[in-house]
């Protein structure tokens, strides 16, 4: 194919989920059912050809990550810098406790979601400068390959707001539930073109019949 084409994946659902919460680059497990979203996803894509596997170091994305690459017969490679956006002070607070806690630093984020910086943490334009020279670098890497990327749903918009070429205040017009499925063509013009976005697969596999296959 001449496009390079990615396959971005957010991570399963993480323990604590009940509350919208600021979890950043803690490391928060998956559920079991975070784990069997994950498997499913694997599942689906076990019919491509890859050719690399990119993830975040943080366990919640590194547990899809190693999970494909033993079907599709790779190593995958962690980066911390693909982590989600550094909370700093709020990080692992409900929403609830930081509208008491930091009621002035909270209507300040509502006022500029994208350059307002979080007590001891980043803004979501430092996320996205963190971010963005590690995906040009692996899509030039692997131009005209297959690629997977496990990774946040911060992480995963800002991919996605790219490829759109829409500006980063744009952030939360995209959804990105659990163990979503992007697919985006970059070309070697400089087009890309977003195929799926927060595609939520089932397709009917069974996990107990994935397991007795192993």
């Known amino acids: 194919m001449d496009a390079t084409?990615?396959?971005?994946?957010?991570?399963?659902?993480?323990?604590?989920?009940?509350?919208?919460?600021?979890?950043?680059?803690?490391?928060?497990?998956?559920?079991?059912?975070?784990?069997?979203?994950?498997?499913?996803v694997c599942e689906v894509l076990r019919c491509q050809q890859v050719h690399a596997i990119y993830t975040s170091d943080l366990d919640r994305c590194v547990y899809g990550a190693e999970q494909f690459a033993g079907m599709a017969g790779l190593k995958a490679t962690p980066d911390k810098r693909l982590r989600e956006m550094h909370c700093g002070a709020w990080q692992g607070k409900v929403w609830e406790e930081l509208q008491d806690e930091f009621p002035e630093e909270w209507q300040a984020r509502l006022r500029d979601i994208v350059h307002y910086r979080l007590p001891g943490g980043?803004?979501?334009?430092?996320?996205a400068l963190r971010v963005r020279p590690v995906v040009q670098t692996l899509l030039r890497r692997h131009a005209g390959q297959k690629v997977v990327l496990f990774g946040h749903g911060g992480v995963n918009r800002i991919v996605l707001l790219d490829a759109l070429g829409a500006p980063l205040d744009c952030a939360f017009a995209i959804d990105q539930g659990y163990a979503c499925l992007n697919i985006?063509?970059?070309?070697?013009?400089?087009?890309?073109?977003?195929?799926?976005?927060?595609?939520l697969w089932d397709c009917g596999v069974s996990l107990d019949d994935r397991r007795a296959k192993r």
């Open 5 to 40: 084409r990615l396959y971005l994946i957010r991570h399963g659902q993480v323990t604590g989920h009940e509350k919208k919460r600021y979890n950043g680059q803690a490391n928060v497990p998956l559920t079991i059912e975070g784990q069997e979203q994950i498997d499913r």
């Open 122 to 127: 980043e803004s979501f334009f430092d996320a």
């Open 184 to 199: 985006i063509d970059y070309f070697a013009d400089g087009r890309c073109r977003v195929r799926l976005m927060n595609g």
